[in-house]
């Protein structure tokens, strides 16, 4: 996506380059100050401009954030977010790929709830 990024502001207007610009920093912006008007005004703007786009890349993005938009803007409401979760998942996952071995699925099981146990979570 960089360099689609790239090549797409050089062929830009200086006003739509600049647009995109305050896009990105919109996305880095603390939480606590944006305001959620701004958040779905800028979001709608986004989503128009990149409909019009010739951009093959970014039909899959326009779609996630028309689908996803109210859950977007009120993702700011509230301040957890599902990292741990995924790194869980991301955990038993690797483990699962390296389980061939286990033939007992009461063994795999177990070898999960060790990873997790709370004495392992900084070693596991």
Not at 32 to 39: F, H, N, T
Request: hydrophobic share 35%; with cysteine; charged share 40%.
């Amino acid at each position: 996506m960089l360099n689609v990024r790239k090549r797409e502001q050089k062929r830009m207007q200086k006003e739509e380059r600049l647009f995109f610009k305050h896009g990105k920093r919109l996305l880095h912006k603390q939480i606590e100050k944006l305001k959620d008007e701004e958040a779905k005004k800028e979001l709608e703007i986004w989503i128009e401009m990149a409909k019009e786009s010739i951009l093959k890349e970014l039909k899959e993005a326009i779609t996630a954030f028309t689908n996803w938009k109210e859950e977007i803007c009120n993702s700011k409401l509230v301040k957890y977010t599902n990292g741990y979760t995924e790194g869980c998942n991301n955990k038993i996952k690797v483990l699962k790929r390296n389980a061939y071995e286990y033939k007992n699925f009461e063994r795999f099981r177990n070898r999960i709830l060790h990873i997790f146990d709370k004495k392992n979570l900084s070693v596991a």
